[in-house]
């Protein structure tokens, strides 16, 4: 089995030249005009934090709550590593969006016939044994392209060489992880890294537990309803052979007197 | 002539007129030019206003029509009997309007047959679909014989509704579970918002607290259905079973609020209500409309004895629920989503066309077919069973 593949993005050697940008939009022939926020012709924006800059793109989650939520499955976690999206199931219904706990998932709101936009870690380049286009763009190896183990090695070592990093790997356990990770020198949550929902464990678990009773409470319900049927059934054929009997000795009865 | 098409021309009927012109517009809109130039919707806001009131309340204040279903055919409360079908008729529209609203939910609504054949058990949304789907087919089942027993031909009649009549007790099983999955799948919806959502609504049992907020507010509804009818049209329904509704009514919202105390404590969320915040101010409207209003107006024998003022306590009922849902599917993700979100004049437009659609229905199919007891003519005899031995017992 291949093993799974992610982007490292190192904060601290970040210069925000914006040529992973730059790239991604040419490979997607979009305009390369560089864009405030992630939208439908921007997978991934250059944010500035103070004097760091940060990169905004899927983390491609390994549970996803977009693919978890979404109700033909047109998205899903490859075993390459990329979440992607297949246009060809999609209705529109834009749930992903809402479930997204990075707002990642964009919508071409100006089309007849929009579709869900979002980067999709070049999955057809790494097929094709290459490595992202935003990681080959990068001048100062800031994003690089890997084996995610290999990775995750390669940023320990980094903060271990260098005291000025802040000694955690945001995106391994995040959430349960994903495909994209970041070290910085700068605490995360001064970035605008927003502290996890559901801590280390995927969002999808949000959902599963209400999912999961579903089927108890069909049959005990089922069960419920259907004995109260039964007994109001038969107070009712009680009530009504009582009623019959009583016409029939007022009957009786009348016909005496 | 001119006299008379003058006579014809009634405040109603101009309000209905500037709705249908206003909404087939905002129709076209949405089909030919798209998202953008009919709503405010935007990544930040992908579901408004078509959401919150197209679906979440009209599937929430269809919620009569497996309530009372339940009670009728399954408890054995024939006393309901006579407001069973207006409640089956409410909620066979409401779905149909759901059904229509979804068409201009989607992205691509010309795929609204996908989830019935691409499958993912994980998603919420996909059960909420699925159910929507059966349960509509279950409605129209429960509600075929009003239409079947005007048809002309009498042995069709008969054969169809005497198989009818033998697996209705089955299929009104399976709607009442059916109805009560969905309700409250779609507060699950919201479940994986979660920091998304403001805690004074985002809680762990959301599924829940939506089922026991849909079953009063469906009921409302069908309650001002009736007096409406009543009121209009050629039809007297007992008022002591409108006085046992606002009774219901009364205890369900007590049980609801019980749950919703009990739900803020738990999640620690009692503080966020007395903060200074919008979200504050729509959690203390709805709590007004929805629970305070409706709760102590109820409680007096004055108010539920006297058919307009239980209409008008049905009606904050419905007002407050509408608040409720409007909260949790817009205002109480401004904030975290980072943005303002007022609906444009099309969405509004548009969901207000599909609900006229669906009240002009329900109100020539009261005149023309057998929905409620009509005034001049006893009520048809099915309706007893038995003779009326059963309900004399």
């Known amino acids: 089995m291949a093993q799974e593949k992610a982007l490292l993005i190192d904060i601290k050697r970040c210069i925000g030249c914006l040529s992973c940008e730059t790239a991604c939009k040419q490979l997607h022939g979009f305009g390369t005009d560089p864009e405030p926020t992630l939208s439908d012709t921007a997978f991934t924006v250059v944010e500035a934090r103070g004097d760091k800059f940060v990169r905004k793109l899927c983390m491609h989650c390994e549970d996803p709550a977009c693919a978890s939520a979404c109700p033909v499955e047109a998205i899903s976690k490859t075993r390459l590593g990329p979440v992607v999206y297949n246009a060809d199931k999609c209705i529109g219904c834009r749930y992903c969006m809402l479930a997204c706990p990075y707002q990642v998932p964009r919508y071409q709101w100006t089309k007849l016939a929009p579709f869900v936009k979002k980067c999709d870690l070049c999955v057809d380049r790494i097929k094709a044994g290459k490595s992202t286009a935003c990681a080959e763009a990068c001048p100062v190896q800031a994003t690089i392209f890997g084996n995610r183990d290999a990775l995750i090695n390669e940023a320990w070592s980094r903060i271990r060489s260098d005291a000025s990093y802040v000694p955690h790997i945001y995106g391994v356990e995040e959430l349960g992880g994903g495909s994209v990770l970041f070290v910085s020198d700068v605490p995360f949550e001064k970035l605008g890294f927003k502290p996890a929902p559901t801590g280390n464990q995927p969002m999808p678990t949000l959902t599963s537990s209400a999912l999961g009773d579903s089927p108890k409470v069909v049959i005990m319900g089922g069960t419920i309803l259907s004995a109260l049927y039964w007994v109001t059934q038969r107070r009712r054929e009680v009530a009504l052979a009582e009623a019959e009997e009583k016409a029939t000795i007022n009957k009786i009865k009348g016909e005496r007197s | ?393």
């Not at chain 2, 507060?187 to 004074?200: E, N, S």
């Open chain 2, 1 to 393: 002539m001119f006299a008379r098409i003058k006579s014809e021309i009634t405040l109603w009927r101009v309000i209905v007129a500037i709705i249908f012109v206003t909404g087939l517009y905002a129709t076209y809109i949405r089909f030919f030019q798209g998202f953008r130039a009919s709503t405010n919707l935007s990544d930040q806001m992908p579901w408004g206003l078509w959401v919150g009131l197209g679906t979440l309340c009209g599937i929430g204040l269809s919620a009569a029509g497996f309530g009372i279903s339940a009670a009728v055919y399954l408890l054995g409360m024939e006393r309901y009997r006579p407001i069973l079908r207006s409640a089956i008729l409410i909620s066979f529209l409401g779905y149909m309007t759901v059904c229509v609203g979804y068409l201009y939910e989607i992205g691509l609504p010309w795929r609204f047959w996908h989830p019935i054949v691409m499958w993912n058990h994980r998603s919420v949304l996909f059960d909420v679909c699925v159910c929507i789907m059966t349960y509509t087919t279950v409605l129209t089942f429960e509600f075929a014989p009003a239409v079947i027993e005007k048809l002309p031909w009498q042995r069709f009649r008969e054969t169809v509704l005497h198989y009818h009549h033998k697996i209705l007790v089955a299929v009104v099983l399976a709607g009442v579970l059916l109805s009560s999955m969905h309700q409250s799948f779609l507060g699950g919806l919201y479940l994986i918002a979660r920091g998304k959502l403001h805690p004074l609504w985002y809680s762990p049992y959301m599924h829940a607290m939506f089922y026991l907020s849909a079953i009063p507010a469906g009921l409302a509804l069908t309650v001002m259905a009736i007096y409406l009818c009543m009121r209009s049209l050629n039809v007297r329904v007992d008022f002591s079973i409108l006085n046992d509704c606002g009774r219901m009514i009364q205890l369900l919202l007590i049980v609801y609020a019980f749950f919703k105390v009990l739900d803020l404590i738990a999640n620690q969320a009692f503080g966020y209500a007395f903060q200074f915040t919008h979200e504050a101010g729509y959690f203390w409207l709805e709590v007004l409309l929805f629970l305070a209003i409706p709760i102590i107006m109820l409680s007096f024998e004055s108010v539920r004895g006297n058919p307009e003022r239980l209409y008008w306590a049905c009606a904050f009922v419905v007002a407050g629920f509408m608040v409720d849902r409007l909260n949790v599917s817009i205002n109480a993700l401004q904030t975290a989503m980072g943005t303002h979100y007022v609906p444009k004049w099309s969405e509004l437009a548009s969901s207000v066309l599909v609900i006229a659609a669906g009240v002009i229905a329900f109100r020539y199919a009261v005149i023309y077919l057998d929905i409620l007891p009509k005034a001049s003519s006893k009520p048809p005899q099915r309706w007893i069973g038995n003779a009326g031995l059963a309900a004399q017992a």
